[in-house]
């Protein structure tokens, strides 16, 4: 029997079709995206880990707001309890001016200036899915003194509700200069390395399908700076009277 005539069995050689290829090309991509991916996660946290270095000559930066315990109530018996719930509802502003004052503008079609009024500031709320994660360290003494409130959300249309601290008076805002005494240190090879990679990612528009294969956002035409050259419309950053001109030739030509 001729060999040329016997059944050839595909399977047993493992061929790859043409979309099988290309499926593992870009499985293999991806797999090295996921890789630098971990490198630029291990970088930075080099970078986080890097210690504090004293200053020999500490400055002052602005100025510094943030609640303490009321003197009445540091000679009361309860002075230790609202002082630990403090340390866990405090806030802190930072302002270049001591007097914490902004220019108020009124909005609206006669736009004119109200005079400069100081920033507000609150204790810290917590929100109703804050409220019951476990993540809150709050003892149940402690939240028997926060109550539910309703409030307007920040964009102004909806409303919501957080827990609120009900007597804030028995603390009082402290204003201080705010002190730069120690500065983080810097390491020269790092952060060039950090570069080049920053670099290598930026040059290839890598950070869009990165940001997809990890879960984050991602937009489909990319943040603008990462959308690639024959992907960007040629007219779009060109004015309007170039635009005529163009139209009047292309006119004239036809005719």
Not at 35 to 53: F, N, T, Y
Not at 64 to 75: G, M
Not at 133 to 156: I, V
């Amino acid at each position: 029997m001729d060999n040329y005539e016997q059944s050839f069995d595909v399977l047993q050689y493992r061929l790859k079709s043409a979309r099988r290829k290309k499926r593992l090309q870009k499985k293999d991509f991806d797999k090295q995206l996921i890789q630098i991916v971990k490198k630029e996660g291990l970088l930075w946290q080099k970078r986080h880990d890097l210690p504090m270095i004293p200053l020999a000559n500490p400055y002052q930066k602005g100025w510094k707001r943030h609640f303490v315990v009321r003197e009445d109530i540091k000679r009361s018996p309860s002075t230790g309890f609202f002082s630990t719930l403090l340390e866990k509802i405090n806030t802190v502003q930072y302002h270049p001016d001591k007097s914490f004052q902004v220019k108020k503008r009124r909005r609206g079609s006669r736009r004119r200036n109200k005079g400069p009024e100081v920033i507000k500031q609150f204790l810290q709320e917590f929100s109703e899915w804050h409220w019951n994660h476990h993540s809150l360290k709050l003892t149940e003494p402690e939240k028997a003194h926060f109550h539910l409130y309703e409030k307007m959300s920040k964009d102004g249309k909806t409303k919501c509700f957080v827990y609120r601290f009900n007597e804030p008076w028995r603390y009082v805002l402290q204003i201080k200069p705010h002190m730069i005494t120690e500065v983080k240190m810097v390491d020269g090879l790092l952060e060039q390395e950090i570069q080049l990679l920053d670099n290598y990612i930026t040059n290839h528009y890598l950070r869009r399908r990165m940001n997809k294969i990890t879960g984050r956002g991602y937009s489909v035409y990319g943040w603008g700076q990462e959308v690639k050259p024959r992907y960007r419309i040629p007219k779009r950053n060109r004015t309007l009277s170039d635009l005529l001109e163009e139209c009047a030739n292309d006119e004239q030509q036809q005719y």
